[in-house]
């Protein structure tokens, strides 16, 4: 036997076989087969959910449509927006997701509006419009990964791994590029255990998703009566608080400022600057809103942020950054239900005053 | 540095890549460079360890040679093998000891007790240089005269963390007379180590999850099923664990040019607890019953001295895997079912055929051995019992496995059955390239759906 012949085969074998693991992978995950039953309540699923809905509402509106994308800071009802769509000419539609970041949004818009022209605006809300940088980075945090996975072709794996920071996440999103399954792992297990009852679940959702979301109505909770003492760093809160009001206030509020490292501006600029080249040169216009910053905002002396990667892309000729303080008034504790997220009230209120903003800021529609 | 990493793979794929590249002068050292970074790897200040105890043996073998028989061949002998078994006895079994004097004494446990970092894979290494000093002793070994082949066979990366326990003989053989390995080496070595890849992590690991939530809280897990269902995870994962380790590392060395023993035949197919035995972990079995059993007398002086014989090499043999009174317990239980096996069978060898009776039989052995298991595993006596009364007495609870647990269990004993009428997994190396290469695949795709990867569970056996 040729001595070389046995090595050859192996080799051979180890290709076909990775080819053959590929193409499976690729018939199950890269095809519509298992993202049609992924669990609606994972991460997947519910960016999937809300891909769909968008993509079923571009059927049925027209020519005026303003699509939002934010994280769960960025509340409002688009049900009270459009509301106010006789007068203002423009229907507003929600693909942002508690969670979601930068990352999820490109992906989710690139699917959405595959040639950069379907919507009139994309509006981002924002903590702040500066850079400041937090202990929380979402430049290498891999959930990214697990929203957006359903959307990542085999070319955008290299690309998206090398956009984490350190080698083992680089590594792990590469990973899971390549091979979604290590990826949906636990969600194809928990279908596995509930086949049926996980295939009925997915048709109601499909069902009823867009009256669940378009007509949901936030907690009435408040934060009303919660006091910071903001040199001591001590708050006082109304009695009844929940330990969730207490925690939130507790981390999002009460903390000394972070070194600021820049990873914040540099995240922004990329992730930002690949969507606003997308839409170089289209109709689209793109928009800033600087959210309502919590029931009592942290004081201008805590914040360290030196840039503003927002105000640099509003050079962009089709950029607009809405008014920093339009929402300012909304920052009392009786409108936020804990200390990120505005109430039924809050929500009330801010969705109408986005709705007329944005309008303003656009113009009518032509 | 865990066989299921990715930093072992990329060891590994270097280390492959200097010993094909070098000459054949360079290549010994090329191993024995690579299993020291190994071992160095995980704690480096256990090598001094590794290197006495190397020495020790290395020169006893050559001793023993030099001054003939007699007693000073016999002290040699003993020197040695109290050498080896005084550092096994310090690191493994000093805390244990010292417990159970302080406990005597009516002071606390730990009273006292040393802070001692067991080494990694002495018990498989000492167990190795005692089998080749006793081989030498006997004469069914010549000594090694050259210390790098010497120190090569006791810490060979593959084997070294938990075996299979090599006998110096087959080791040496393939050595000295070291060839390339060839076409079926190559393509059954790879298939091993995708084998042994897919058993720790898609099967093992998954059930390891099961069972350590279960073990690691057992009063919150009452009822009989869920008893049940804990430790039969707990059975998966050992031998999934064990035996996929042990492919790999078989694999690993036939991909270098050597020829490891199998250590395991579809244990859970015995159909006695005999049969269990030479199926499971057999390198150890075998160890144990060559210079343990046999030596004790084995079964040439009477039934009673045989029932002995058989009871204390089991409760040594239960020791040897750790310091704790319900290791003991294990191996005295399997050792008085082998030796109840031997009333009720004679001397006739245990039956192996497949019979209308074999599905019995096996699920009553398998049943047998989970008892055993329960003891294996628990943390300690009470909590034993507390797991076997909720077995035998306890209410109803829930089954702690899914239904996909069932059915990846489902799959591999139609593999098993399939593999003991048909030694598929033998054959597979013949098959043409397409067939060979979708085995490959589907095993590929079981770790890609099922492998638990991110959380690098440790094997079972690298904790003895």
């Known amino acids: 036997m040729n001595p070389k012949s046995p090595i050859r085969r192996t080799l051979l074998s180890c290709l076909l076989a990775a080819i053959g693991v ?93 040639t950069a022209n379907r919507y009139r605006a994309l509006v981002f809300g924002v903590n702040d419009y500066g850079d400041e940088d937090t202990l929380d980075y979402p430049d290498d945090n891999i959930r990214a990964l697990h929203y957006v996975i359903t959307q990542l072709r085999w070319s955008d794996a290299w690309d998206f791994a090398r956009s984490f920071r350190t080698p083992a996440v680089q590594w792990q999103a590469l990973r899971g590029a390549i091979l979604k399954g290590t990826v949906l792992q636990s969600d194809i297990q928990a279908f596995l255990t509930h086949r049926l009852k996980r295939i009925a679940y997915v048709n109601l959702c499909n069902r009823g ?87 009592i905002p942290r004081p201008t002396s805590l914040a360290q942020s030196t840039t503003s990667s927002i105000r640099e892309f509003a050079s962009r000729p089709n950029v607009l950054l809405c008014e920093e303080a339009a929402f300012n008034s909304l920052e009392h504790p009786e409108l936020f239900k804990d200390a990120w997220h505005l109430n039924r009230e809050g929500i009330a209120r801010f969705s109408p005053m986005l709705a007329e903003q944005i309008s303003r800021m656009l113009g009518p529609p032509r | ?169 087959n080791f040496f053989h393939d050595l000295w007379n070291w060839s390339p390995p060839s076409g079926e080496d190559i393509s059954s070595g790879f298939f091993l180590l995708i084998l042994g890849l897919t058993k720790k992590m898609a099967f093992a690991d998954q059930f390891a999850k099961v069972a350590n939530s279960y073990f690691h809280d057992v009063p919150a897990h009452p009822g009989m099923v869920t008893a049940w269902s804990g430790v039969f995870a707990f059975a998966m994962q050992i031998y999934f664990d064990f035996s996929g380790y042990t492919d790999m590392a078989i694999g690993m060395a036939k991909l270098l040019g050597f020829h490891f023993p199998i250590n395991f035949r579809r244990p859970y197919l015995a159909q006695s607890i005999a049969d269990f035995w030479r199926r499971w972990h057999i390198s150890l079995s075998s160890w144990l019953r060559d210079y343990l059993y046999i030596p004790l007398g084995g079964n040439r002086h009477g039934r009673l001295a045989t029932y002995r014989n058989l009871i204390l090499t089991m409760l040594l043999g239960g020791l040897w895997h750790g310091a704790s009174w319900n290791f003991l317990i294990w191996g005295g239980y399997h050792g008085c079912l082998l030796a109840a096996e031997r009333v009720f069978r004679g001397d006739r060898p245990p039956a192996e055929k497949w019979t209308w009776m074999y599905p019995v039989k096996a699920a009553v052995t398998f049943c047998l051995v989970l008892i055993g298991w329960v003891f294996f595993r628990a943390a300690d006596l009470p909590e034993s019992l507390r797991i076997l009364q909720q077995m035998f007495h306890g209410g109803p609870g829930p089954m702690l496995l899914e239904t996909w647990h069932i059915e990846l269990i489902a799959i591999a004993l139609v593999l098993a059955a399939l593999e003991e009428k048909l030694d598929w997994s033998d054959a597979v190396v013949k098959w043409p390239v397409w067939a060979y290469a979708s085995t490959v695949a589907a095993m590929l795709l079981f770790v890609e759906l099922f492998g638990v990867i991110d959380a690098a569970i440790p094997f079972v056996y690298f904790q003895f």
């Open chain 2, 1 to 169: 540095m865990l066989f299921n990493t990715t930093i072992f793979f990329v060891f590994l794929a270097a280390v492959l890549a200097l010993f094909y590249a070098s000459p054949r002068g360079l290549r010994r050292y090329i191993l024995l460079a690579a299993s020291y970074f190994f071992y160095g790897y995980w704690n480096y200040k256990f090598i001094p360890l590794l290197l006495i105890l190397t020495a020790i043996d290395y020169t006893a073998g050559i001793w023993i040679e030099k001054v003939g028989a007699g007693r000073k061949r016999k002290a040699v002998l003993i020197a040695s093998l109290s050498a080896n078994l005084g550092f096994l006895g310090f690191f493994k079994y000093f805390n244990f000891v010292a417990g159970n004097v302080a406990l005597l004494m009516g002071k606390p446990a730990g009273y006292f007790f040393h802070d001692i970092v067991l080494p990694l894979g002495i018990s498989f290494h000492t167990f190795q240089s005692m089998s080749y000093v006793t081989d030498v002793y006997r004469g069914q070994q010549k000594s090694v005269r050259d210390p790098i082949d010497y120190a090569l066979y006791i810490c060979f990366f593959p084997q070294l963390v938990a075996g299979p326990i090599v006998r110096a003989r």
């Open chain 1, 22 to 114: 590929l193409v499976f992978d690729g018939l199950l995950f890269h095809t519509g087969l298992y993202t049609s039953i992924l669990e609606p309540d994972s991460s997947a699923g519910t960016y999937q959910l809300i891909l769909h809905r968008e993509q079923e509402a571009q059927k049925r509106y027209g020519d005026s449509m303003i699509v939002t994308l934010g994280d769960s800071r960025f509340a409002y009802s688009p049900r009270l927006c459009n509301q106010l769509t006789p007068r203002t000419g423009y229907t507003f539609r929600n693909a942002g997701m508690g969670g979601s970041e930068l990352r999820s949004w490109y992906y989710m818009l690139r699917a959405l509006d595959p």
């Open chain 1, 209 to 295: 998703y867009e009256d669940w979301t378009y007509n949901f109505v936030d907690s009435p909770a408040s934060m009303a009566g919660l006091t910071i003492d903001w040199p001591k760093m001590q708050a006082t809160f109304p009695p009844g608080s929940t330990p969730e009001q207490i925690s939130t206030t507790t981390s999002w509020l009460l903390h000394p400022p972070s070194p600021q490292t820049g990873r914040t501006a540099e995240y922004r600029r990329k992730w930002f600057g690949r969507i606003l080249d997308r839409y170089r040169g289209s109709r689209t216009k793109i928009i800033f809103v600087r959210l309502p910053r919590g029931p």
